[in-house]
């Protein structure tokens, strides 16, 4: 069974910057949509970003021009690259591989966090 196990969040002062990864073992990331999600303290848990297997991006309006998601299939990796980071931005940020089966519940990893403080 797929495990995904995130890294890369710590804190930060404003304006810093993150790469967070999300690795896969025990399956494969080449073949399936892994999105971004971030959970802030009293907030429900909010998409950030999508990549598909062709590589086709998709952003949340709030973070678009400021985050970058890519992924390398030989690595099992999905990154996201946080640029300008902003208060707002601090969350717990988990990565969540989509069923290939529509409707169906994918793989959430166990998050990692995101403190953006000065």
């Known amino acids: 069974q797929v495990q995904l196990v995130e890294s890369g969040g710590g804190l930060v002062q404003p304006g810093g910057s993150l790469r967070l990864s999300c690795a896969a073992s025990g399956g494969s990331f080449s073949i399936f949509t892994v999105g971004w999600y971030r959970q802030a303290p009293g907030k429900q848990r909010e998409l950030v970003a999508t990549?598909?297997?062709?590589?086709?991006?998709t952003y949340a309006d709030s973070v678009k021009g400021r985050f970058t998601i890519s992924r390398d299939n030989a690595k099992n990796t999905v990154y996201l690259q946080i640029n300008s980071l902003q208060p707002e931005d601090t969350a717990v940020y988990y990565c969540?591989?989509?069923?290939?089966?529509?409707?169906?519940?994918?793989?959430w990893g166990q998050g990692t966090q995101v403190t953006v403080s000065s």
């Open positions: 990549i598909t297997s062709r590589g086709e991006k």
């Open positions: 969540y591989r989509h069923s290939l089966i529509p409707g169906a519940v994918g793989t």
